[in-house]
């Protein structure tokens, strides 16, 4: 088989120029920089997004505790970090329909592409940056994961005991299909929307009285299943007064739908009000 | 009749005696047999199990066992029955008799001169078991998109309950289960059967009766799951959770069969699929000629033989709780629901591999036809296999970030799971690299390349999301997770499952795919499933929990927008279904090698004759041999030997 030279490689293998010239000569091709140039467009279209996630997230009224926050720039970050993975791909797409002709290549390509099988410097420069950005996600996930659990119960993760001196703990219970909530150092107040006061640490027991529920609090980042037969503990912080949702986030039969209720995040005074309201009933 | 054979044209081997006619009693049976020894033996189990065995007097909760005991017996003589009728067992019958299988029989049971009855019938032949494996595929997606269709009206009517919410659980439960058995067999099913042996040269799978054995399972795992719709539905999502699962009304139990047998379906195809590309590949394919289709295909049966029975054990516990009143997952009585979640996610994550991991390879093998460019570092994709397959078996706990069985498990677990991004990136490069200054053929099988790479980093990347466990604690059992798993199971799987039927379509059904009215389909259905899908990110960003029939009115407009793509996702399909059907019955006949492919099954004519090959295929050389080489490129020497020739005589 002849061996034609292709237009964009004028040497010939045995006189192979040196490497930075290679690479020179490479980010001179022209199929090259309109890629790059389509990448960084597209780069910028994408990154807006980042704060287009953040606006939906906030909707209704969140961020509301300061495990939200930081879920949100977790989001956030990772928004922009896959923006240019995005857009290198999507870059590469783009050029192969418009650039080297897919879309309009009716009959088969015969004998006149090149027959790359492999490329060290492509192969490593890749494996290299996807394991940087995954380590990357990694740690920045570990180490959110560990300050969010420190927000949550208000503890290091190792040591599981709360240290903070104001905290307040309630007990949530699912049930098909509504939430209570039960505070034992406030006389033992049952209700079924819950009421905290704003900057004091809050801890949840969790359990169910039948199947598995979820007990999410949107607003606040929160998330846990109660299980029947095993109690699971989260909590949070409160910083935004206002009301919240409070949703059910797993599946648990015929009115699951509708297993919400709401999160009155009050001030201190409003709260030690409400309790004394709450707990004169239970007395008289 | 004669008493030889002449087998390999050179050796005449012995025959065992032939008892009657060819095909003994399997002459006589095909799937009304079956059906109708289904039926009765369900019949007769249900009257004497009602009339005759006392359930319910010893205490009041029996009475409820035992109705449960009675339709799991029911449901499981169903399935006895029908393999009963449709032949099944004969081979082992015909063996405790005596009666050896003849060369005569073998070919009778491979459906020689029974023309279309074959695909009715018991048939060992591969190619006929994967056109069967084709034709049920498409019948679960229709039930699963028509399910789909129901769910997505009643979430877009956001002023008012559509259905019943009983109604409406079990058919988000229904349309799941039903969509990922389609989407496990719809790849590995028949191009896994009838691609797969061409490809490697083979005269047929290593056991073909345990080939018709998988695939008649299957079929008669399916009507167990699709009755429950009228027996109470499985009101629990497809993960049936329990213990709600346990409060389900009998309908459950059709899932719970369903779950057991195809199980058996899929381990007993997971062996055949490992043994035929580990032995029967032809003469000079070694490790590295294999196509790259080939090793999806291996990957994915590894991993559904390995992971499978942990799916199958989860259910055969939990119809013992509800069959026997056991108490695997019943707190109350010392059992633990962790344990069924546990069980049920270690084959569920892996799943989505078996489901992905062919699709892509497919992908893969025909990405080099259209740009006739080598695969982009196949030992990089081989690579990618092997990592998700490695990995895939240590990430489960992922899906059980939230459940507190665990707390500390979310560090491990979140580290494993995003190194799984590395072994899925190597693919994005073969990928990437193999479109790298080619010009492609554009025709349909090539764009759906383009769209399956796009849904594929969307999915990704949203999947790096839910990998995070803080992120997770505000996403899982949101919309956001919904969406996200729709673009790696229907974008980035079902769309290259289509791509590559209509890849095989003409050695398949020997017609050419009429690509003007299928492209008009694909393209609407991918466009609707962006506008569908994208807009359920919204609403899982904005807190809507997933399979809820009402919702905050904050949700409404994302749901319209999400319900109006979807029913142009279901036109879009209809028109590409129109397409397969049409073109099936009369497109135009194909020539044996449309595409000019250099793999094995393209070499031999179409339609296929029953012994695949004339004389068996030797290959030289990877199938990969195309472009012009590049001079920069050091080009391995045993590559670079030979004149891109793959068949030859022996
Ligand atoms: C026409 C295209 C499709 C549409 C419009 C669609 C829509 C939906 C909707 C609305 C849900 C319910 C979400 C919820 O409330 O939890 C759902 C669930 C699901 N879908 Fe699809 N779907 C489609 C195709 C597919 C395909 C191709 C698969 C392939 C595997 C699939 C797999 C699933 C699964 C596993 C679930 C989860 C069921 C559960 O929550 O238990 N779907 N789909
Ligand atoms: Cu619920
Ligand atoms: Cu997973």
Redesign the interface.
């Known amino acids: 088989?002849s061996?034609?030279?292709?237009v964009d490689?004028p040497?010939?293998?045995t006189n192979?120029p040196e490497s930075t010239h290679r690479m020179k000569e490479w980010f001179s091709r022209d199929?090259v920089r309109k890629i790059i140039a389509i990448f960084i467009v597209l780069t910028i279209i994408i990154i807006p997004i980042a704060w287009l996630?953040i606006h939906?997230?906030e909707?209704?009224g969140g961020p509301a505790s300061s495990?939200?926050e930081?879920?949100e720039t977790?989001?956030f970050v990772?928004t922009l970090v896959?923006a240019p993975?995005?857009a290198i791909?999507?870059a590469?797409?783009i050029y192969?329909?418009f650039g080297?002709?897919?879309?309009?290549?009716?009959?088969?390509?015969?004998?006149?592409?090149?027959?790359?099988?492999?490329?060290a410097v492509?192969?490593i420069g890749?494996?290299a940056a996807?394991?940087l950005?995954?380590a990357f996600?990694?740690i920045?996930?570990?180490v959110?994961?560990a300050t969010?659990?420190a927000d949550s119960y208000g503890s290091t993760?190792s040591s599981q005991q709360p240290n903070a001196t104001k905290q307040i703990d309630v007990n949530v219970t699912g049930q098909q299909w509504v939430w209570s909530f039960e505070y034992p150092d406030q006389q033992k107040i049952q209700s079924d929307v819950l009421v905290v006061p704003i900057n004091t640490p809050i801890y949840f027991n969790?359990t169910s009285k039948?199947?598995?529920h979820?007990f999410?609090v949107?607003?606040m980042?929160?998330?846990?299943?109660a299980?029947?037969?095993?109690v699971?503990?989260?909590g949070f912080t409160a910083n935004k007064l206002g009301t919240f949702?409070i949703?059910?986030?797993?599946?648990?039969?015929?009115?699951?739908?509708?297993m919400e209720t709401n999160v009155q995040v009050v001030t201190q005074d409003q709260f030690d009000s409400w309790v004394r309201e709450q707990g004169g009933k239970r007395t008289a | 009749m004669s008493q030889t054979a002449v087998i390999h044209e050179q050796m005449a081997v012995p025959q065992p005696k032939q008892h009657g006619k060819p095909g003994g009693f399997l002459a006589h049976t095909n799937i009304f047999t079956g059906l109708i020894g289904g039926v009765v033996a369900a019949g007769v189990t249900y009257f004497i199990g009602d009339k005759l065995v006392p359930w319910g007097t010893q205490n009041a909760d029996f009475s409820q066992v035992g109705l449960n005991a009675l339709v799991f017996c029911t449901f499981v003589a169903w399935v006895i029955g029908f393999m009963a009728g449709i032949g099944a067992f004969a081979g082992p019958i015909r063996w405790a008799l005596g009666h050896d299988l003849t060369h005569d029989d073998a070919e009778y049971m491979a459906g020689k001169g029974q023309g279309r009855m074959k695909y009715w019938k018991y048939t060992t032949d591969h190619k006929v078991v994967g056109i069967q494996y084709l034709v049920m595929a498409l019948v679960l997606f229709g039930f699963g998109g028509f399910f789909a269709m129901l769910i997505r009206t009643e979430l877009g009517a956001t002023w008012r309950e559509v259905f019943d919410p009983n109604f409406y659980n079990s058919l988000i439960g229904t349309h799941g289960i039903v969509m990922i058995i389609a989407m496990i067999i719809v790849v590995a099913g028949p191009l896994g059967n009838f691609i797969m042996p061409l490809m490697i040269g083979a005269r047929d799978m290593a056991f073909p009766r345990l080939n018709a054995l998988s695939f008649w399972l299957l079929f008669a795992a399916v009507p167990p799951l699709v009755l429950n719709l009228v027996m109470g539905g499985i009101r629990d999502g497809w993960t049936v959770y329990q213990p709600l699962g346990t409060q389900a009304p009998i309908g459950m139990i059709g899932y719970q069969v369903c779950i057991i047998t195809f199980a058996f379906s899929t381990g007993i195809a997971g062996v055949n699929l490992i043994t035929t590309i580990v032995t029967m590949r032809a003469r000079g394919m070694t490790w590295a000629r294999t196509p790259i289709f080939i090793i999806g295909t291996l990957a994915a049966a590894i991993m559904g033989l390995v992971w499978f029975p942990m799916f199958q054990y989860a259910q055969l516990l939990a119809a013992s709780d509800k069959v026997i009143g056991t108490s695997f997952y019943i707190p109350q009585s010392g059992g633990s629901v962790w344990l069924y979640e546990n069980l049920f996610w270690l084959l569920g994550h892996p799943e989505v591999y078996v489901i992905v991991v062919p699709a892509t390879a497919g992908i893969l093998e025909l990405m080099v036809v259209f740009l006739r460019k080598p695969l982009f570092s196949y030992k990089m994709a081989v690579a990618g296999f092997a990592g998700v397959v490695g990995i895939s078996a240590v990430v489960w706990v992922h899906h059980m970030y939230m459940t507190g069985f665990a707390p500390q498990a979310g560090y491990p677990f979140m580290l494993s799971t995003e190194l799984i991004s590395i072994p899925f990136g190597f693919l994005v490069l073969v990928m990437l690299g193999t479109l790298w200054r080619g010009k492609a053929w554009n025709r349909l099988p090539m764009m759906a390349v383009y769209a399956v790479i796009f849904d594929k980093i969307i999915g990704g990347i949203t999947g790096v999301y839910l990998s995070d466990v803080p992120v997770d604690q505000y996403m899982h059992g949101s919309m956001f997770v919904v969406a996200h798993f729709h673009y790696m199971l229907m974008g980035a799987g079902l769309f290259a499952a289509m791509g590559v039927i209509v890849y095989w379509f003409p050695k398949m059904t020997g017609r050419m795919f009429d690509e003007r009215i299928g492209k008009i389909g694909f393209w609407t259905a991918f466009l609707a499933f962006q506008v569908t899908f994208l807009s359920m990110f919204v609403a899982g960003l904005q807190g809507m929990p997933r399979r809820v029939l009402q919702f905050d009115n904050a949700f409404d407009i994302s749901n319209w927008i999400s319900t109006i793509g979807a029913y142009c996702i279901g036109i879009g399909m209809l028109i590409f279904l129109y397409a397969v059907i049409t073109s099936w019955r009369n497109g135009k006949v194909a020539p044996s090698n449309p595409w000019g492919a250099k793999t094995l099954e393209w070499q031999t004519e179409t339609p296929v004759p029953l012994e695949n090959f004339p004389v068996l295929p030797v290959v030289t050389s990877d199938p990969y041999g195309y472009g012009i080489p590049d001079p920069y490129l050091k080009v391995e020497e045993e590559l670079d030997q030979d004149d891109n020739e793959t068949v030859g005589a022996r």
């Open positions: 088989m061996i034609e030279t292709p490689q040497e010939s293998p192979r199929y996630v939906f997230l909707l209704s495990i939200m930081e879920l977790t989001i990772f896959s993975l995005m791909t999507a590469v797409l192969s329909l080297w002709g897919s879309i309009k290549s009716e009959d088969p390509p015969m004998q006149e592409n090149p027959a790359i099988r492999t490329n492509a192969v890749w494996t996807t394991s950005l995954a996600l990694v920045w996930g570990l959110e994961l969010i659990t993760p969790v039948d199947v598995v979820s999410w949107v607003e980042g929160v998330k846990i299943d299980n029947p037969g095993a699971t503990n989260t949702n949703r059910c986030a797993e599946l648990c039969g015929l009115h699951h739908a509708y």
